[in-house]
């Protein structure tokens, strides 16, 4: 049946969903009732209508500004660079840090063909930059990756020049693994034991 087949290849594209858990996915869809199908579109159209980027941290929101960026009760002076916005999520939840955020949206990856123009790293360079000195830290919480590698000595070297403390998570975080797979604790730990770049 073409149309169950495009249904179950269009569910394979999700990440970590596998041939059976899209098998499951796409049955479910076709024994749902016409007002359930039609539920489940009207909120996929509207999330891509309503959510877009934060203009200063570029993590998800429905209006211009965060929930993080417009809280004054954070410190404004730390920022914390992320590879994605799970990251964000995840590092919230070991409820240890009260900075704002950076979410580049990718690393850099040679191997990948993947840039630092084709990752928000402009607009990370801007916000220093126009910040005046007003961050007195850094935080890299990369992933722990080749990639995760690359960028942050990447953003390293370029933003040395604007004189502000530049750290890295600390030991504790899995080499090879993902910032938003790992428990509070571990996140926890790591962000408390940061060192300097």
Request: aromatic share 8%; proline share 4%.
């Amino acid at each position: 049946m073409k149309a169950l087949d495009e249904l179950i290849s269009a569910f394979r594209r999700f990440p970590g969903v596998g041939p059976k858990q899209a098998e499951r996915f796409a049955l479910y869809v076709v024994r749902a009732s016409g007002p359930e199908i039609d539920r489940l579109a009207e909120i996929l159209h509207n999330v891509k209508e309503t959510i877009g980027y934060c203009r200063e941290c570029w993590d998800y929101t429905e209006k211009g500004l965060c929930s993080i960026c417009s809280d004054s009760a954070r410190d404004h002076s730390v920022l914390c660079v992320v590879e994605r916005p799970q990251d964000v999520a995840a590092i919230e939840k070991s409820k240890t840090f009260n900075g704002v955020y950076h979410v580049l949206h990718g690393s850099i990856s040679p191997l990948a063909g993947i840039n630092s123009s084709q990752i928000k790293f402009k607009e990370l360079a801007e916000r220093v930059k126009n910040s005046g000195g007003g961050f007195k830290e850094i935080i890299l919480a990369l992933n722990p990756d080749s990639e995760g590698e690359a960028t942050a000595i990447y953003i390293t070297n370029a933003l040395k020049p604007y004189g502000v403390k530049l750290t890295r998570l600390a030991c504790g975080v899995p080499l090879g693994g993902d910032i938003d797979y790992m428990d509070e604790v571990t996140l926890g730990c790591a962000l408390r034991g940061r060192t300097l770049v």
